[in-house]
């Protein structure tokens, strides 16, 4: 079969290799579509992988060729996405059913094979049945999707269903008009105001730096003047406009606009840490006392909950994808084969042309 096969670092090939066969209690996956993550662009070209070589690749969908053993035939042919992260089972965090948090997990794409490769070997655990509805593209952006769900829902934020769930149980729901800053359009970025927007908060300001940033946040249904110019910048702006968010999100993940979050968040205030970081996080003395002073709330936030229940991260982006409450398609702004995926990464890494999420289907 062919596959992107990371050998070292900043050494990616298209090659042929062994299809894999379904281990005990594995399915054979055929991918049919998988996105680029901006988490992928460093593992090739500049930290590698857990090991090399590697097929990387973690957030993709397909259809179920071949059962291994112990698996129940009847999820041959099925349409599957894909939660990435195998947990362990054993530790306290699985035992708990807070696999994200697993201690001794293994992941398809960094730490096993992954998704750019025309076949992948992943637990039965990990599939998640797609309605017809729901196309493979739109499957294969169920990972970072979700991602933007769980940083919402660790705020204290609802979501459409959580009003009734127990996901948020014991917190206040945030009143609809208050006003929500997410600073950092890329993926994340933009699904995070793609979601915070179809549960019906009106006030959320988009902060980016990218013309094609702004350009598909207004296609998400953002105001425009709800869009921010400028990163560390943008964050200043919205202090003198005497914009104070009760929740603002860092969807960069750098010291400066961290800051410039618990500086111009409101009083009594939550600062969400969803961001990758990119270098150390200091605070000065003064930033330090705002977190006193204003009572601040900083949370961080890694990963999502797939706990194979309907009050999950996934099965909730999974029921307002089939009902047509989002639309993470308008955020695609490339799309290659398997065969010229590298461009998109290149793309990525060189930054030589705007883009949001690339995405690489398979025939």
């Not at 990387?56 to 894909?82: D, L, M, Q, T, Y």
């Not at 006030?203 to 296609?219: D, F, M, R, S, T």
């Amino acid at each position: 079969m062919k596959a992107q096969v990371l050998r070292r670092i900043g050494d990616i090939r298209l090659e042929e290799i062994e299809k894999p066969r379904p281990s005990q209690g594995e399915v054979l996956v055929k991918v049919r579509a998988c996105g680029i993550c901006g988490s992928d662009v460093p593992r090739v070209y500049e930290t590698g992988a857990h090991r090399m070589p590697l097929v990387i690749g973690h957030e993709f969908s397909g259809e179920v060729a071949e059962v291994g053993e112990g698996v129940e035939p009847n999820w041959s042919g099925k349409r599957v996405g894909i939660f990435p992260l195998i947990p362990c089972m054993k530790c306290p965090q699985c035992l708990a059913k807070r696999y994200e948090m697993c201690e001794s997990y293994n992941y398809l794409g960094s730490r096993c094979d992954g998704g750019f490769a025309e076949y992948a070997a992943v637990p039965v655990w990990n599939l998640l049945e797609l309605p017809e509805d729901v196309s493979f593209e739109e499957a294969a952006m169920l990972e970072p999707m979700a991602v933007a769900v769980h940083a919402i829902r660790r705020s204290g934020i609802r979501l459409q269903n959580d009003m009734e769930d127990k996901v948020s149980a014991g917190s206040a729901a945030l009143p609809l008009d208050s006003p929500i800053a997410v600073c950092g359009l890329g993926t994340i970025g933009l699904f995070v105001v793609m979601f915070l927007m179809d549960a019906g908060y009106s006030n959320v300001y988009a902060i980016g730096n990218k013309p094609l940033q702004k350009e598909k946040a207004a296609a998400l249904g953002l105001p425009p003047k709800h869009y921010i110019e400028g990163g560390s910048d943008g964050c200043r702006s919205m202090l003198t406009q005497t914009i104070q968010p009760q929740v603002f999100f860092d969807c960069v993940g750098k010291n400066e606009i961290l800051v410039r979050g618990m500086e111009c968040a409101a009083p009594n205030g939550t600062v969400v840490a969803v961001g990758n970081p990119a270098s150390d996080m200091i605070f000065p003395k003064e930033v330090y006392w705002k977190i006193l002073r204003k009572q601040l709330m900083i949370i961080g936030t890694w990963n999502s909950s797939f706990t194979k229940e309907a009050a999950d991260d996934w099965h909730y982006v999974l029921q307002r994808l089939s009902s047509g409450g989002v639309h993470p398609d308008k955020v695609i702004s490339h799309r290659f084969d398997i065969e010229n995926m590298q461009n998109g990464l290149e793309i990525m890494r060189d930054k030589s042309e705007p883009y949001a999420k690339i995405m690489v289907g398979f025939s």
